[in-house]
């Protein structure tokens, strides 16, 4: 595996050949059999019977040994694939999905998210961690075993860049960070929230992307997520995910779920970015979910400019008519 950098967009890429595992129980390499003789990176709960048991990833696109070996070809920048790269076996049943998850299933996938974020910026190397989930074949699912996947970077992912820059930016010109505006607005507004439970938000985003984009918010300013503000109730947000998740497999069969919280400020050199030095103040963690709509996928492919037939007015709103309890 290799890093490369499109030296015009920033962008990373990430090359190389990858194998996909099978899909059938038997196949199934996350049947609890198998995962039990595999060295666990972090098991919950702990004593008894596990629900959530976190793996190194068999294929991983990054290796934790080695240097980064960061090298130019002429004016281009590349370097080795080096990060960790886990699997987050979210339940021992083959068949259940997050949606069947109850709320405190949900709670506990969450509890592990933020744990095994938390433990890899300890890695002074790491700059990002990024927590993500794809359902289904059209999002690229790599079992049919309900897991998640953290990869810890040596590098910040550029639509996070943008997110802390343009954060970065309203907080330079208002003293207040964008996220908690947003919310303020969506409020005010109220078209666009789709589900609220205490104090997380889940609303189509004004610009949505794609259609039924969700975000889920705390409309409690913190810029990590993996650090949850004293009293905040995450089996609330929990709640909140498994409703959207019904909601939304009514309408979508697929979907990529990401949890976008702040950089690592930990640095070898002890020094921080610019940006970094007001990153708690403006930046604020959230969860993003593309759903992929069959007949739409289309608007994937247009990618320089995001086409999306659908307002997240509309989407908001039919999103709320659905049952978010079956
Ligand atoms: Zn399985
Ligand atoms: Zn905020
Ligand atoms: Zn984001």
Not at 217 to 225: Q, S
Not at 252 to 273: D, I, M, N, R
Not at 282 to 288: L, Q
Request: aromatic content about 10%; some cysteine.
């Amino acid at each position: 595996m290799e890093l490369r950098k499109d030296p015009i967009t920033q962008s990373w890429v990430i090359l190389g050949q990858r194998e996909i595992l099978g899909e059938s129980v038997e196949e199934c390499p996350l049947e609890p059999g198998k995962v039990d003789k595999l060295p666990s990176i972090l098991t919950w709960p702990a004593e008894g019977a596990w629900q959530v048991r976190v793996l190194a990833h068999p294929e991983p696109l990054y290796h934790v040994e080695g240097e980064p070996g960061r090298s130019a070809e002429g004016m281009y920048d590349k370097m080795g694939a080096i990060g960790a790269h886990e699997v987050v076996v979210e339940t021992p049943a083959h068949e259940k999905r997050m949606s069947q998850f109850s709320d405190e299933e949900i709670e506990r996938v969450l509890w592990v998210w933020a744990s095994r974020i938390a433990d890899l910026k300890k890695d002074a190397r790491f700059k990002y961690v990024s927590v993500f989930k794809n359902q289904g074949a059209m999002a690229g699912e790599e079992w049919a075993h309900a897991h998640s996947q953290v990869t810890a970077t040596i590098f910040v992912p550029r639509r996070i860049k943008y997110e802390l820059s343009a954060a970065h930016e309203w907080f330079k010109d208002k003293e207040r960070c964008i996220f908690c505006d947003t919310v303020k607005q969506e409020e005010k507004q109220g078209k666009r929230i789709v589900d609220v439970q205490g104090e997380y938000y889940a609303l189509c985003p004004y610009a949505s992307r794609v259609p039924y984009e969700i975000w889920l918010v705390h409309r409690r300013h913190n810029h990590l997520f993996e650090q949850p503000r004293p009293g905040s109730n995450r089996r609330q947000l929990a709640a909140l995910l498994g409703r959207v998740l019904r909601r939304l497999e009514k309408v979508a069969p697929a979907f990529h779920l990401v949890v976008h919280t702040a950089p690592s400020t930990k640095s070898k050199k002890g020094e921080l970015a610019g940006y970094w030095k007001t990153l708690a103040e403006d930046y604020h963690w959230h969860i993003e979910i593309l759903p992929i709509v069959e007949k739409r996928s289309k608007s994937y492919s247009i990618k320089e400019v995001y086409f999306n037939a659908e307002l997240p007015e509309q989407a908001a709103a039919q999103l709320r008519t659905l049952d978010p309890n079956s």
